[in-house]
């Protein structure tokens, strides 16, 4: 089955360190997407990508990096500038405009 | 900047009744598209319905329908005969344009609904 895997479900690491959390997806889609959840705040969009080689900003970006060389992984690095970083991350990808995204199950990162 | 709004973050309904959830936003386009999206206690998002807003229609997915006014920019979710598993956070999204292919897909807080028996 077509879908979009993320790994690892929990992650902990210590303040002052960057973590990767890896988005792997088989759907052939184009555009892929992180977004960021809170309580209280809904999902807000950190970056995402059209194309391979290819990303933009979301709308809560600092603190964070992306890539994109292949079509079907996005990793999304949350680096010690990230003053926040504790949160549950989505993954998520779509290939039309105004279809429904496609979400992972999430990775919820701890830092201590 | 486009903004998705709802107003009530906790609801709770009994079972096999019916409850509808709030939803309004702000933009100036014309042309978009409007998603409720469910995410039970397990964190999966999981698409409940999509209202093309060119569309006069409201959508229908079997016990879930919207009622959509444009003017008004609402879009609410109807939940008829509401089921135990129903239980969960459910998120109102707009659909913006972007470049290419990609959604940008702007969320609303969140209305957490609890189904009791």
């Known amino acids: 089955d077509g879908g979009i895997t993320q790994s690892p479900k929990y992650l902990f690491r210590k303040e002052g360190q960057n973590v990767t959390l890896s988005c792997e997806q088989n759907l052939n889609h184009d555009a892929m997407y992180w977004y960021r959840q809170d309580p209280g705040q809904g999902l807000r969009l950190i970056y995402y990508?059209?194309?391979?080689?290819?990303?933009q900003k979301g709308d809560i970006a600092e603190g964070y990096s992306v890539s994109r060389e292949k079509k079907e992984s996005f990793p999304l690095t949350v680096t010690s500038a990230q003053k926040n970083p504790t949160a549950f991350y989505l993954c998520?990808?779509?290939?039309?405009?105004?279809?429904?995204?496609?979400f992972g199950n999430g990775t919820r990162l701890t830092v201590t | 900047a486009q903004t998705v709004t709802q107003s009530q973050p906790e609801m709770s309904v009994q079972e096999a009744e019916t409850v509808t959830l709030s939803c309004t936003y702000d933009?100036?386009?014309?042309?978009?598209?409007l998603f409720w999206y469910k995410q039970p206690p397990s964190r999966q998002m999981i698409l409940v319905i999509r209202?093309?807003?060119?569309?006069?229609q409201n959508a229908t997915e079997n016990r879930f329908s919207v009622n959509f006014q444009k003017a008004a920019k609402s879009f609410s979710l109807k939940i008829s005969d509401s089921q135990l598993g129903d239980t969960a956070m459910y998120f109102c999204a707009y659909w913006a344009p972007l470049t290419g292919t990609a959604s940008k897909l702007t969320f609303g807080t969140g209305t957490r609904l609890q189904v009791t028996l």
């Open positions: 933009t100036s386009e014309n042309n978009y598209y």
């Open positions: 990508s059209q194309i391979v080689n290819d990303f």
């Open positions: 209202q093309e807003a060119y569309k006069q």
């Open positions: 998520a990808s779509s290939n039309d405009r105004g279809s429904p995204l496609h």
